[in-house]
């Protein structure tokens, strides 16, 4: 059996949480391997935290419930509290640096805490609605275990109704990948201040 990587996404509804996670999970079948994506859509309708669980092997995956996450993300103070539970010392925690109060409640037993500002990063280089789009990239490159093209392919397959009419938005989401892989460390990329006037943004959430 391959190694398996095991993700939680988590964050208030209308943050793309089901979005990012579905389009991993393609990304990686298109890839080749395994994938498993399990959302938790209960919860976010009675107004509590969106949750999603992803799995990604090179081979068989066996339970689809795990107790840690190699990569655990949280967009909300209340996602932060709600995904505690799944770190670990092999857990990489990412939290956007934006959330105030949370100090405190940021797990003390998580291999590293990776605060990344992408919600003032979409405000400033993109365009707000595509803070999805940026974790989405962070994932990518936090895990290192999909290939870039096929996440493209994946966010292709999901907008491109919306990018045949306004191509400009199809670069502008790539781009908003690329520096979601940045924020983590992967590659120096570099997003042209003209994405800042694309409007209106194209934005997955659900």
């Not at 275990?145 to 009419?165: C, D, R, S, T």
């Not at 983590?184 to 659900?206: H, L, N």
């Amino acid at each position: 059996m391959g190694k398996t990587t095991r993700i939680v996404l988590a964050g208030e509804g209308g943050q793309g949480v089901q979005s990012i996670a579905e389009i991993i999970a393609e990304a990686a079948d298109e890839a080749g391997k395994q994938a498993l994506y399990i959302p938790n859509f209960g919860v976010e309708q009675r107004g509590g935290v969106s949750v999603a669980y992803v799995q990604i092997s090179e081979g068989n995956i066996g339970s689809p419930k795990f107790n840690t996450g190699d990569i655990v993300v949280a967009l909300s103070d209340r996602a932060v509290r709600r995904t505690v539970k799944y770190a670990g010392p092999r857990t990489t925690f990412v939290y956007d640096s934006g959330i105030e109060g949370i100090e405190e409640e940021l797990p003390k037993n998580a291999g590293r805490l990776l605060p990344i500002p992408a919600i003032e990063v979409a405000r400033h280089d993109f365009h707000p609605r595509v803070f999805n789009i940026i974790i989405l990239g962070a994932v990518v490159g936090a895990t290192g275990v999909i290939p870039l093209e096929q996440v493209k392919e994946a966010i292709e397959n999901k907008l491109g109704y919306k990018f045949e009419k306004q191509p400009e938005l199809r670069e502008l989401n790539f781009r908003a990948i690329e520096r979601g892989m940045e924020l983590v460390g992967v590659k120096k990329f570099q997003a042209p201040a003209i994405f800042r006037e694309v409007a209106p943004a194209c934005e997955i959430t659900y």
